[in-house]
């Protein structure tokens, strides 16, 4: 499974600007850090109020991690 191209594709449905979102795979021993870049004035769409958004997308991800048998994923959300 790539998980690259499925945090791009979710974080793509939710923003305005589809183009500006970049995902980046960096691999540890103990797991996967994805940063997610995205335009400022989406930045509020990712996060959701109180971080709710943010959170369902860890949770989904590192779900998927799991049933794949991958290693635990930290996603990082940032803006440009």
Same mark, same amino acid.
């Given at each position: 499974?790539?998980?690259? /191209?499925?945090?791009? +594709?979710?974080? #793509?449905?939710?923003?305005? $600007? &589809? $183009? /500006?979102? &970049?995902?980046?795979?960096? $691999? $540890?021993?103990?797991?996967?850090?994805?940063?997610?870049?995205?335009?400022?004035?989406?930045? =509020?769409?990712?996060? =959701?109020?109180? =971080? /709710? !958004?943010?959170?369902?997308? &860890?949770?989904?991800? #590192? !779900?998927? /991690?799991?049933?794949?048998?991958?290693?635990?994923?930290?996603?990082? +959300?940032?803006? +440009?």
């Amino acid at each position: 499974m790539d998980i690259v /191209a499925f945090v791009t +594709f979710l974080i #793509q449905n939710m923003v305005s $600007d &589809r $183009d /500006a979102v &970049r995902v980046k795979q960096f $691999d $540890d021993e103990d797991f996967i850090t994805i940063e997610v870049l995205v335009d400022k004035e989406d930045m =509020g769409k990712i996060i =959701g109020k109180n =971080g /709710a !958004t943010a959170n369902s997308i &860890r949770t989904l991800i #590192q !779900t998927v /991690a799991y049933v794949h048998q991958m290693k635990k994923v930290k996603i990082n +959300f940032d803006s +440009f």
